[in-house]
């Protein structure tokens, strides 16, 4: 990856592979007799930041959450644990003390997540401050030896040797090179942008992980079923699900309340795709706060509602067949609107249970199906268009102990037979008005209607703006240090024997991405050829050679020894 | 050279960190748009929120006790309802539905403690939420609960309570004081003596 600090490159030494360097480090410190707190802390530090530590606690973490997929949790759906505990009487305990109902709560998932935080913050964070200070540096002092560099070339003029390196130094400043200089040298330097990119990209990577810690701890999620003209506020008593952040306290959520007041759903009447949705519409009316003044707003597909920085999805619909039950002693004991859930798209067959807890003298349960558009196929019932052209529902009904007065929670979707018996009613469609009476004067159900419902996600995430700022300063960060590349160039004026002036140049990229500077170099010692009045080429390419002691750069066998088309600089190039 | 070596090590990880936080940047762009699959799944959750096992019980000292807010309503025998002609007397007000397991659990309890204290004394009021008027009110026969219920289908008492000490799950139960000020707070299934003897601590305060 570009993200990478050339300056340590240049340092020397080939990064080797194998083990991590702090192992290494340890080694040393060891084998000098020093290896102390300071050393063993520094050494756990570099093991902690390390790749490898990384990826194991990345693996971790997603073996970790798989107990979490696994088991039932208590934060997702309470009714499933308590059922676990009633099968696995045993388990569950032990299971619970190792906090496996709430594993991503729990911990030691805690544990490592924080550890692969404090390790990816370990790593990006220094690195963001060497390339700060890398950023603000001068130019360093040129070279003795320019003609060792990547790019040399060298030019001659009459001129003295101080207005000779004025006038290069004036090529740069007009070029906007930061410049450096010193006795009888000028070293200047250029794109810097490419680490302000690196920068940027680290910095916005650490952004974007304190935006998810910050989603993590103050966001939370919920999912609300609403049936047509019910309500609803944002409070957790009236969510179905609620999965607060970390540091989410009740008094926390945004106070907006919420009516359903109309559904609407239409579906492809003909054709391959019949019965495919085409369009839903949730029509709400809404108050920000207690009191407030109520809106209207047409909740569609990716539609959400925005309430004060929470978002309102419109995730699922349905039918809330309506049914009024009148118990054995003549009381009306039921009369309401029940969601069943869909079990199959294409025509919307729908399941549910009724329960009328508080029936007399026995508690009565129904289970059944709704059917928006029944039909007979082959003596079963089936449902061929999702909207409600011809609504049956199908009950079987049951009387006896519903299990609710124990106080143990159980879902609203499910009845549970177990202390209940079935009574010989025939499961026989109903129309909307039609009843079943229960035998032994238990009472009596009548199908009303239906209503329709939707299921609503309720998200918070204050990290979801600062994520996709971070994301985007990432991005445009990495695409900066690959387009700039950081490059110096060097002039050293010296007087050469015959009298003159010697100007040479020296150039080099601290990328080794893309090319370009190779042309930007002539141009430059084109300019700088121009400015200081220099000689021709020839001349100009032989001189440092004989200038500088004990080598032969640009005299090397393999060197190009003159350009074709008479360039007027000279060029030696040498291997990366 | 283990300085060389440690920032090789690093360059790649940051190579994979970086990725990592792209496919991150990735991910969150597709949920954000969560709201698409409708019909698809229907993520409906299994229950209701209610408390499962979990009790919690918090008592306010008398220096410490935040002001209840004004609520009321529309009671389930369609009365007006205010919490402030209550002034002068302790108040318990639970939060219940019909529905609730542990609300039918705690029900005798309630409805003893109720017969148990005056209520020149004490006024227990409660908040049915999530329920239909006919279910709540067969609730009331079977239990023989005599005392008032908002009738708060859209949870607006709740709410009413969100920035002070908001009932947590269903049930929960709230001891106000003679002055209005919130006392103790029961999350989770009341037990007779429990709260009898917590309704006795906040009698026996000066306020």
């Known amino acids: 990856m570009t993200a990478s600090v050339q300056s340590q490159g240049s340092q020397g030494g080939v990064p080797d592979e194998g083990q991590g360097g702090g192992t290494r480090d340890a080694r040393s410190a060891a084998a000098s007799g020093k290896f102390g707190v ?42 499933a644990v308590s059922r676990y505990y009633a099968q696995h009487p045993a388990l569950a305990p032990v299971l619970a003390k190792f906090s496996g109902f709430d594993v991503f709560g729990a911990p030691w998932f805690a544990a490592i997540y924080l550890l692969l935080f404090t390790s990816l913050a370990g790593c990006v964070l220094p690195r963001a401050l060497r390339l700060a200070k890398s950023a603000r540096q001068a130019p360093p002092a040129t070279p003795r030896h320019l003609g060792r560099l990547p790019y040399s070339a060298a030019v001659r003029t009459t001129a003295g040797p101080g207005q000779a390196l004025e006038s290069a130094a004036g090529v740069f400043a007009r070029r906007r090179f930061r410049l450096r200089t010193g006795d009888g040298w000028v070293s200047a330097e250029k794109g810097y942008l490419h680490e302000v990119g690196n920068l940027l990209f680290h910095v916005a990577l650490l952004g974007l992980l304190a935006s998810v810690a910050l989603g993590g701890l103050f966001g939370y999620k919920a999912n609300r079923l609403l049936v047509e003209g019910d309500s609803f506020a944002n409070t957790p008593t009236a969510l179905d699900v609620f999965r607060p952040g970390r540091l989410v306290a009740a008094t926390d959520l945004q106070p907006f309340s919420v009516t359903l007041r109309r559904f609407t759903a239409s579906y492809v009447q003909s054709g391959p795709e019949r019965g495919q949705p085409s369009w839903f519409s949730a029509a709400l009316r809404y108050t920000a706060q207690v009191g407030g003044p109520a809106r209207s707003y047409d909740l569609r597909v990716n539609h959400p509602l925005n309430v004060d920085g929470v978002q309102v999805f419109l995730i699922g619909h349905g039918y809330a ?60 019932l089936a449902s061929a268009f999702p909207a409600a052209v011809f609504p049956r529902v199908s009950l079987v009904s049951y009387a006896g102990d519903l299990g609710l007065n124990s106080g143990q929670p159980q879902s609203v979707y499910d009845l549970d037979t177990r202390h209940m018996h079935r009574m010989p009613v025939s499961p026989a469609p109903l129309a909307p008005g039609q009843s079943i009476t229960l035998p032994h004067g238990l009472g009596k159900l009548t199908f009303v209607g239906y209503r329709q419902w939707a299921s609503l996600a309720i998200t918070y995430d204050p990290g979801q703006l600062p994520a996709l700022i971070s994301a985007l300063a990432a991005l445009a960060g990495l695409i900066l240090s690959f387009l700039v590349r950081r490059r110096r160039m060097f002039v050293r004026v ?51 050679a004989s200038l500088v002691a004990g080598t032969a750069a640009g005299a090397r066998p393999g060197d190009p020894v003159e350009e074709p088309g008479g360039e007027d600089v000279a060029m030696a190039r040498k291997g990366e | 050279m283990t300085r060389v070596k440690s920032s090789a090590s690093r360059t790649a990880w940051l190579a994979s960190a970086g990725r990592a936080a792209l496919l991150a940047a990735a991910v969150l762009g597709v949920t954000s748009c969560s709201g698409g699959a409708i019909g698809q799944d229907t993520p409906v959750s299994d229950g209701q929120s209610f408390v499962s096992g979990s009790y919690s019980s918090t008592f306010y000292a008398a220096g410490s006790r935040p002001a209840a807010p004004e609520v009321g309503g529309e009671t389930l025998t369609g009365q007006h309802f205010s919490l402030a002609g209550y002034r002068g007397r302790v108040v318990v007000l639970n939060f219940w539905g019909s529905w609730c397991a542990p609300c039918r659990s705690e029900a005798p309890a309630l409805a003893a403690l109720s017969q ?71 999350v989770g299934e009341v037990s007779y003596s429990g709260l009898r003897a917590l309704i006795a601590q906040v009698l026996a305060g000066k306020s």
């Open chain 1, 494 to 544: 010296g007087a050469a024997p015959d009298g003159g002036t010697v100007v040479e140049l020296g150039g080099l990229t601290r990328s080794d991405a893309a090319g370009g500077f190779e042309a930007e170099f002539a141009e430059l010692a084109g300019e700088i050829r121009k400015a200081v009045g220099g000689s021709a080429a020839a001349e100009a390419r032989r001189q440092p």
């Open chain 1, 321 to 380: 067949p309506v049914f009024k039950v009148t118990d054995g002693t003549g009381h009306l004991v039921f009369d309401q609107a029940v969601p069943f859930i869909p079990v199959e798209q294409s025509g919307l067959t729908s399941a549910g249970v009724v329960k009328v807890p508080d029936a007399s003298p026995q508690q009565l349960g129904f289970a059944g199906v709704f059917l928006p558009t029944a039909v007979d196929v082959g003596g079963r």
């Open chain 1, 38 to 79: 300071i050393a063993w802390l520094r050494w756990g530090w570099r093991q902690l930041t390390s790749m490898r530590t990384a990826l194991v606690l990345l693996f971790l973490l997603a073996l970790a959450s798989i107990p979490g997929s696994v088991l039932p949790q208590q934060g997702i759906d309470p009714a």
């Open chain 2, 116 to 186: 148990h204290f005056g209520s020149d004394q004490v006024s227990f009021v409660g908040d049915d939420v999530h329920d239909s008027v006919i279910a709540a009110q067969a609730f009331e026969r079977t239990f023989g609960i005599s005392y008032p219920s908002v009738n708060d289908q859209g949870e607006q008492v709740a709410l009413a309570f969100h920035s002070t000490v908001p009932p947590d799950a269903i049930p929960s139960t709230l001891l106000i004081d003679r002055s209005g000020r919130i006392a103790a707070r029961v």
